[in-house]
């Protein structure tokens, strides 16, 4: 939903400015323009000054960048995926304290199931399989990280208990399958049946879990199938479902979305990339300036200790898209000045004095609004904004070193060829 409803905003945008902006302009603006630049004329001396020394020192550009890269990697290695609830919100959030409250006073409020179906009709009515499925049950609840196990083997025993004068030697499932079966032909109640279907051969055992990490409950979950895969229950498959599950499942999605996110983008840009310079080259040219930033940020995600969840695993996509419009304004622009007989060199220069002051201001424009997302109480929104502008400020600043460094570093080994100006 967040890249159709981007796509569709693009889309709006490209239809104000094309089609609605001039012709009120047109119509209305009737006064003269200044003569001189505006508030942003400082931008234009910047992107010239980087520029130029990338131009300058290409060679020395590149292994600059290339030392940053390396030196980088222990940071990206430190990058976790992980979603947790509570660390979503502030400490002193209502949601967090009230939760913390809760599991204090009670139990844990992250839940899981354990889905277990038998081999036809009544098979659960059989009582070895109960304390077979009992035997786990028991295991769980002495685990750490599960406060509380509800099964339809707790009911049967309140069954057995009550009807044996609340002995407390009874407090246990019935010893035979003929009083196992008696008491669920005399039992009239809702509860039972909420955890065992009316033909006893889906029963679940409810978990509450007192972490809330997807990390901490993948561990959950995994001590949980190491136990059931090392002591079956004959006659008996299972599974694991529940929110826990769910949210535990979230740490391959965003990992697998992450994935699909940046080689969609980065395909879908290459692939119009050389449809519009008609190049692999010019488009691997302006693809690496763009990917160096997406570079960075991960590494400090890797240093501050942002995880990768459900708002910063969109970030590589974003940026990307966002980043690589200046990049195509920049060598546009210089294309147009080699066709117009310009050398490359003063073609290059040219048009990052002349483009780089809107490419400076727009980004300023973006950065700001990214900014006002960290004001969010939702970390994961405030996150996102935060990296998305370092993300920006990075790519413009790798925008206005590389490449330039790039197109000189490669026009010294394989020179344009002489572009006609077309008619």
Not at 387 to 407: C, K, N, T, V, Y
């Amino acid at each position: 939903m967040f890249g159709l409803t981007g796509a569709i905003g693009t889309l709006v945008v490209y239809l104000v400015v094309f089609h609605l902006i001039p012709p009120l302009l047109a119509q209305w603006d009737r006064g003269p323009w200044p003569k001189h630049g505006g508030g942003f004329r400082w931008t234009k001396k910047i992107a010239y000054t980087l520029a130029s020394f990338a131009m300058r020192r290409a060679g020395a550009t590149l292994a600059i960048a290339a030392v940053g890269v390396v030196a980088v990697i222990p940071l990206l290695m430190k990058v976790q995926v992980e979603s947790d609830l509570l660390k979503f919100f502030p400490e002193k959030h209502r949601l967090t304290q009230s939760t913390q409250f809760v599991e204090s006073q009670f139990s844990g409020v992250i839940n899981l199931e354990i889905v277990m179906d038998g081999t036809g009709r009544d098979s659960l009515k059989d009582i070895n399989r109960l304390l077979a499925i009992k035997d786990f049950q028991r295991w769980a609840e002495t685990q750490p990280h599960i406060d509380r196990t509800v099964s339809m083997m707790d009911v049967i025993e309140e069954m057995n208990w009550a009807f044996h004068g609340e002995d407390a030697q009874y407090r246990s499932l019935p010893d035979n399958n003929k009083l196992l079966s008696q008491l669920l032909l005399v039992y009239d109640g809702k509860d039972l049946h909420e955890l065992v279907n009316r033909e006893y051969q889906r029963t679940r055992i409810l978990l509450n879990v007192n972490v809330h990490g997807a990390n901490a409950i993948s561990e959950v979950i995994g001590k949980i199938k190491g136990r059931l895969e090392s002591h079956p229950i004959p006659g008996v498959k299972w599974d694991i479902a529940g929110y826990g599950r769910l949210f535990s499942d979230q740490e391959d999605l965003l990992v697998i979305g992450q994935v699909k996110s940046f080689l969609g983008a980065f395909g879908q840009i290459f692939v119009l990339l050389v449809i519009l310079w008609r190049s692999f080259i010019a488009a691997g040219i302006c693809l690496i300036p763009n990917l160096a930033p997406l570079y960075f940020v991960f590494a400090v995600m890797g240093a501050t200790g942002i995880s990768l969840d459900m708002a910063t695993c969109l970030i590589a996509g974003v940026v990307l898209g966002i980043t690589v419009d200046d990049t195509i304004h920049l060598y546009h622009s210089y294309l147009h000045r080699l066709r117009q007989g310009a050398s490359p060199v003063f073609a290059l220069a040219r048009s990052f004095e002349a483009s780089g002051r809107a490419v400076i201001a727009v980004s300023i424009i973006l950065v700001a609004q990214f900014t006002l997302l960290t004001a969010s109480q939702f970390q994961p929104t405030a996150h996102f904004g935060l990296l998305a502008a370092i993300g920006l400020l990075a790519g413009q600043l790798f925008e206005l070193l590389l490449l330039p460094a790039l197109i000189v570093i490669w026009n010294r080994y394989a020179p344009p060829k002489p572009i006609t100006a077309r008619s």
